[in-house]
């Protein structure tokens, strides 16, 4: 077993997850919104979702990239549609108190809504299988346990990034007030949206 494949996959994990596309605004608006482990709960979903596309990326690499030719538009419509629903739900959330207390909320619905929401766009496998081949991550099947190390590494480095994001972010939540939460609820659902206009607008393309 190459226990280099779990610091690889730690990479990998870092670099996919980087809160730049409507998953990362997400679970920026809820750490914002529901506090601190709101936000790490939708980020482990985010994590799974990941690891998910990591397993994929190395097993069916061939499979995956003809599945992606032949169901983009429908690929692109689901997720387009998924997107548009959170961008309106989060657009017109109402802010929260923003007081040193953790909102009350359903952690099971923020975990399932971030995965689904990760999953919604499977392209995503083909940035891990980037990041594969830049790490010289080749023949990662040779063995289960080397597989396993490999995938444990990509979920932990997603994790290792959303604590310290979340963390982060926890500490200005308090000083930002319910006009700052009102902000980040606009700019995150109107962010999401766009992402979701885009999708649609790329089957014009097709």
């Known amino acids: 077993m190459d226990i280099s494949l779990f610091f690889k996959g730690f990479l990998v994990g870092l670099i996919i997850s980087a809160p730049i596309g409507p998953v990362g605004a997400l679970c920026v608006q809820r750490t914002m919104n529901n506090g601190r482990f709101s936000g790490i709960i939708s980020g482990f979903g985010a994590a799974v979702g990941d690891s998910i596309f990591a397993i994929l990326a190395a097993f069916g690499l061939t499979f995956i990239t003809a599945f992606l030719d032949e169901k983009e538009a429908w690929i692109k419509i689901v997720g387009g549609v998924i997107l548009l629903y959170f961008g309106f739900r989060v657009y017109l959330s109402e802010p929260r108190d923003c007081s040193g207390q953790e909102n ?91 992402c979701s206009g885009y999708a649609f607008l790329s089957l014009l393309i097709l």
Do not use: D, Q
């Open 104 to 194: 009350e909320v359903n952690h099971f619905g923020a975990f399932g809504s971030a995965l689904l929401l990760t999953l919604s766009n499977p392209l995503v496998i083909l940035s891990v299988i980037a990041v594969f081949a830049i790490l010289g991550i080749v023949n990662p099947t040779a063995s289960y346990p080397s597989t396993a190390l490999l995938v444990l590494g990509v979920f932990s480095g997603a994790m290792f990034l959303w604590i310290i994001t979340c963390h982060v972010l926890s500490n200005y939540r308090n000083k930002m007030g319910e006009r700052g939460v009102f902000l980040v609820n606009k700019i995150t659902g109107l962010f999401i949206l766009a």
